[in-house]
């Protein structure tokens, strides 16, 4: 007898605990079920939310702009240029002793051009005697038959002097390139343009256009210093003495 009784005990109290169990899930499922409606019926969470995400992602943005206009602060590269057309400077003076200078228009418009020439031999008038050697091109090649005061590109258009690079670089495309770089053309100023302004030359700047080849270079002595400056201390001959005798 007792032992039924027992029994019976153990499964009152089983079945009390499986009550219990399935009394806490429902209360859990209801719960969640009220927080999705109650967010359905309050779309302003959400947009609040979604706000909220918008301006953290427009944050990121301004932060990775900020980097951006910080990398991007440089100084500017200044490439020197011609004024304009070159001025003949006349050999005489006016009654007053005053030079002049006057534009190359001012001959060349008066007569035709002879597009042949390709030495300073073959003038006959203007420019004889200078210097040209600039491999066997003629001097139309590069000058304006048809408007002395600008330049002719390799296609018959004109160009102006200012921009005497972009005629430079028709035939010297490695020079160019190596300009862009860096590597060829002087330069003042900064290499590094987050810390100052560039100003490189011009290929005129160092070239003679009518002679742009370099005379070939003369190994000499460097500049007197002291490693071959004569001694003329007690010390430098102490130190002469001591070198010799090794």
């Known amino acids: 007898m007792p032992?039924?009784?027992?029994?019976?005990?153990?499964?009152?109290?089983?079945?009390?605990?499986?009550?219990?169990?399935?009394?806490?899930?429902?209360?859990?499922m209801q719960d969640t079920a009220y927080t999705h409606h109650a967010n359905l019926d309050d779309p302003a969470a959400d947009d609040s939310r979604h706000v909220a995400d918008q301006k953290t992602s427009h944050a990121d943005e301004s932060e990775s702009s900020g980097d951006l206009e910080v990398s991007a602060v440089k100084f500017p590269v200044t490439i020197r240029k011609p004024s304009g057309p070159p001025r003949i400077e006349l050999a005489g003076m006016d009654p007053q002793g005053r030079s002049a200078t006057v534009a190359c228009s001012t001959c060349h418009a008066n007569r035709k051009p002879n597009i042949e020439n390709v030495s300073a031999a073959t003038l006959d008038e203007f420019h004889r005697g200078m210097t040209f050697k600039h491999g066997t091109i003629t001097c139309y090649a590069c000058h304006n038959p048809d408007g002395s005061d600008s330049l002719r590109m390799a296609d018959g258009t004109s160009l102006e002097y200012q921009d005497v690079m972009t005629l430079c670089s028709q035939c010297h495309g490695p020079q160019a390139t190596a300009f862009a770089h860096g590597a060829h053309g002087g330069m003042n100023g900064h290499w590094d343009l987050t810390r100052g302004p560039q100003t490189k030359n011009n290929c005129i700047d160092c070239h003679d256009p009518h002679a742009p080849n370099y005379p070939k270079m003369i190994v000499g002595f460097?500049?007197?210093?002291?490693?071959?400056?004569?001694?003329?201390?007690?010390?430098?001959?102490?130190?002469?003495?001591?070198?010799?005798?090794?």
Do not use: E, T, W, Y
């Open 222 to 246: 460097k500049p007197k210093d002291r490693f071959n400056a004569p001694a003329d201390s007690d010390h430098d001959h102490q130190g002469a003495d001591v070198h010799d005798s090794h």
């Open 3 to 28: 032992r039924i009784a027992n029994l019976l005990f153990a499964g009152v109290a089983c079945l009390a605990v499986a009550m219990f169990f399935v009394a806490f899930n429902q209360m859990a």
